[in-house]
């Protein structure tokens, strides 16, 4: 890799994305706090199983709705990076073995 490529002004992007990383884990951690709170407040005897229900289904709507997000961001980091390396490298890929591991990974 060249030395300019450590220049360019997409490297301000990752640094202010990984400022985003700390308060993404924050509101992880808010989110497992929550869902415990629900598992604990919910009554598991036969006559409830119709609110637990609910609930997992409730909860595996979100998750789809969640992992589609991350996809769409995958792609665009991906999408991005390539773009970066085209221009720092001189080529989308240079089949170096830490690229190669890193995607088959």
């Known amino acids: 890799m060249h030395f300019s490529a450590l220049k360019l002004k997409e490297k301000l992007l990752h640094v202010i994305g990984e400022n985003n990383n ?3 884990s924050y509101g992880k951690i808010q989110y497992i706090y929550e869902r415990s709170n629900v598992l604990l407040n919910t ?3 036969s006559s409830k199983n119709y609110y637990r229900y609910q609930l997992i ?3 595996d709507r979100w998750s ?3 992992i589609s997000f991350g996809f769409i ?3 665009i980091g991906t999408l991005s990076g390539a773009v970066w390396a085209n221009e720092a490298c001189g080529s989308y890929w240079n089949w170096d073995p ?3 591991w890193a995607f088959i990974t």
């Open 22 to 24: 700390f308060s993404f």
């Open 43 to 45: 009554y598991f005897l």
């Open 57 to 59: 289904q409730q909860l």
């Open 64 to 66: 789809f709705r969640i």
């Open 73 to 75: 961001f995958l792609t």
């Open 98 to 100: 830490k690229e190669t």
